[in-house]
């Protein structure tokens, strides 16, 4: 049991993979929580777990982050209560296929969930920060939306490019007022999230997938650096290096071949 109170930390898609993993470890570290996402019951057998084991307090909130109407009732909440130690804004997901022939409430929705929702929740959050003259605000992108990375989800990669741009300019904007504006961006990570994507993932070689926790761990310690934009793991940050110096005609026929490879 950890007795260092920190604050309150909100976490976004706290029911699964990357999400679930900054809930164990912030919660490790002693702080509060506030767990947000649509799976009510696994949000509760978390809480009390965590609770449980670690001695802190945990809220849970059942939100669907693509209702905008929810997700500004949660903004409100945040900006009435006591200013949040920390905020990570990571719910997400992934949708394949062609943007043309696809669901375009769909697509709208992740744009919810990744942008509307984050901007949202920043917003309410910081008054209460900048008051406090502390804070952090750790947003979940992905390595895709610091690429340029043709095809794929174009959905996906703009909505997580527009959180790299975001957060970029949100750092700029808090620079000397104590908060740390954090812009994750993993490569491959083992969670449900390719599975809920209907993505076969069996041909992408087993050193380029991380573990949730190796993730949050590489954050959090980038977080103390103050690394604004950060990509975890040694691998994806030559990639990203690589990436920059290889023309946009061979990254359009690599990109071409991971899809078809993960084609199911
Ligand atoms: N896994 C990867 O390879 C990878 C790589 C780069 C970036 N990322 C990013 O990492 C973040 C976390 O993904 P993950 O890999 O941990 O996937 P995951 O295991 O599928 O978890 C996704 C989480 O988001 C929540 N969520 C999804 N839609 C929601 C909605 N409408 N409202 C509220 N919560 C919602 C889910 O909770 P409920 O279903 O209970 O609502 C779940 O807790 C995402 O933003 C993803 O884009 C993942």
């Given at each position: 049991m950890n007795q260092e109170k920190r604050g309150v930390a909100l976490v976004t898609g706290a029911t699964s993979g990357i999400g679930e993993a900054y809930a164990r470890r912030l919660a490790a570290e002693g702080y509060d929580l506030m767990l947000v996402a649509r799976r009510g019951e696994l949000l509760e057998s978390l809480a009390q777990e965590l609770a449980e084991k670690q001695g802190i307090s945990v809220d849970t909130i059942v939100v669907d982050l693509a209702s905008e109407d929810e997700i500004k009732k949660l903004a409100s909440k945040v900006r009435e209560?006591?200013?949040?130690?920390m905020l990570v804004n990571n719910a997400g997901f992934a949708l394949r296929g062609k943007f043309a022939k696809s669901d375009i409430d769909r697509q709208v929705d992740m744009i919810m969930v990744h942008d509307v929702a984050s901007v949202r929740l920043t917003h309410a959050a910081l008054p209460g920060m900048i008051a406090a003259g502390r804070g952090a605000i750790i947003n979940v992108a992905s390595i895709v939306g610091l690429l340029a990375w043709p095809g794929g989800s174009k959905t996906y990669g703009g909505s997580k490019a527009f959180l790299v741009n975001f957060s970029d300019g949100l750092q700029q904007e808090v620079a000397g007022k104590g908060i740390k504006v954090q812009v994750l961006c993993p490569g491959f990570?083992?969670?449900a999230f390719h599975e809920n994507m209907g993505e076969k993932m069996s041909s992408i070689p087993g050193f380029l997938w991380m573990r949730p926790e190796m993730v949050v761990d590489a954050s959090l310690k980038a977080l103390k650096r103050k690394k604004t934009i950060f990509v975890p793991g040694k691998r994806y940050r030559l990639i990203v290096f690589v990436s920059r110096l290889i023309p946009g005609s061979l990254m359009r026929v690599i990109s071409k071949m991971v899809r078809k490879s993960t084609r199911k």
């Open positions: 209560m006591e200013p949040l130690s990570v083992r969670t």
